[in-house]
């Protein structure tokens, strides 16, 4: 697995916020048909995301004989790989911002509303420091 | 909408035997706080001196919690921590939301309960957008049996993550 970018970003968004996708690149064919979205996209589209973002290192390479993919790099070493066979530029620019937005972690399902490392402020209850009961 | 809310002070420490104090205050707009107490005696003390005004009280134990609430749903929040919510559509990341509808300010000791939130004047709340995944397919299986009906629906939840950037009682 790729060693981290950099230093990780602990409470990312409390100081400064760190934008966490580093680069993106664009893999198409010249010659095939569901590259054909994509080189439109390419075209089109994407220098606008460029410059709106310039955080993000855009990288465009022709792939041949294959289909048309987007690779993201975050700054954790993950990358996310994102097939765009088939797609208008519509849908691909949907998923540029799906990897835009994203951190890098494994998708997870959050179970709860509030995630947390600090200890509650006010204690875990004890029977030794409550008032007794009564009945 | 939030000039006409109130907010009660309570003691959330369990060993206060004696009725806890109670403190209305009035709206900012009117005239400064007056401290109406309980049926103990102790807080006529508590009146009118800013060192021991009740949020000061709450302020000087340093560690706070908030229950924000945000599109109607209450998140018991501290400094740091992060918000998982639904998708938001018109936020970008960076993007610093003030948190303004806030039921429950408190501290170890202390908490002051908003009727129905604390009046703003009394903290300052902020959460940063750090993130837009997508969540883990969740599937949902129903199924009536003997009756030829089962059904697979699949969803991947759209989330927005906000981190609590600054969590502050204010000195009154």
Same mark, same amino acid.
């Given at each position: ?8 970003? %602990?409470?990312?968004? *409390?100081?400064?916020?760190? $934008?966490?996708?580093?680069? %993106?690149?664009? /893999? !198409? ?11 439109? !996209? %390419? ?9 709106? /973002? $310039?955080?993000?290192? *855009? ?14 790099? !975050? ?6 790989? *994102? ?5 208008? $530029? ?7 911002? %799906? ?21 509650? *402020? ?10 007794? /009961?009564?009945? | ?8 002070? &309570? ?48 302020? @000087?134990?340093?560690? #706070? #919690? ?8 209450? #998140?018991?929040?501290? +400094? ?14 960076? @993007? ?11 501290? +170890? @000791? ?11 004047? #009394? &903290? ?31 969803? +991947? ?16």
């Amino acid at each position: 697995m790729p060693a981290p970018l950099a230093h990780p970003v %602990l409470k990312n968004g *409390v100081g400064a916020f760190i $934008p966490q996708c580093r680069r %993106l690149v664009f /893999h !198409y064919c010249e010659r095939s048909g569901s590259s054909r979205g994509m080189i439109e !996209y %390419l075209k089109k589209d994407l220098i606008q995301f460029a410059k709106e /973002h $310039p955080h993000v290192e *855009v990288i465009v390479t022709p792939r041949p004989s294959k289909h048309p993919v987007i690779r993201g790099l !975050y700054l954790n070493g993950r990358d996310k790989v *994102v097939c765009v066979r088939n797609m208008e $530029p519509k849908d691909i620019s949907g998923k540029v911002t %799906l990897l835009k937005e994203s951190a890098g972690n494994r998708m997870k399902v959050f179970n709860k509303p509030v995630i947390s490392t600090t200890e509650s *402020v006010r204690g875990i209850w004890s029977p030794f420091h409550a008032a007794p /009961h009564k009945i | 909408a939030v000039a006409s809310s109130t907010s009660r002070l &309570f003691s959330t420490t369990c060993s206060a035997s004696q009725a806890t104090p109670t403190v209305t205050t009035p709206s900012p707009a009117g005239s400064g706080e007056g401290v109406s107490p309980s049926s103990t005696a102790s807080v006529s003390s508590v009146a009118s001196s800013s060192s021991s005004s009740p949020i000061n009280l709450l302020r @000087d134990q340093l560690r #706070y #919690y908030a229950v924000a609430e945000i599109k109607n749903r209450p #998140y018991l929040i501290t +400094k740091n921590d992060i918000i998982v919510l639904d998708r938001l559509k018109d936020v970008q990341l960076g @993007d610093v939301i003030e948190l303004t509808q806030i039921k429950e300010l408190g501290s +170890k @000791d202390y908490a002051i309960k908003g009727q129905p939130y604390v009046s703003p004047e #009394y &903290f300052s709340i902020k959460a940063t957008v750090i993130e837009q995944p997508k969540g883990k397919i969740v599937e949902t299986f129903k199924k009536k049996r003997r009756k030829h009906f089962q059904r697979r629906y699949h969803i +991947k939840p759209l989330h927005t993550l906000l981190r609590v950037s600054e969590l502050e009682v204010k000195a009154q």
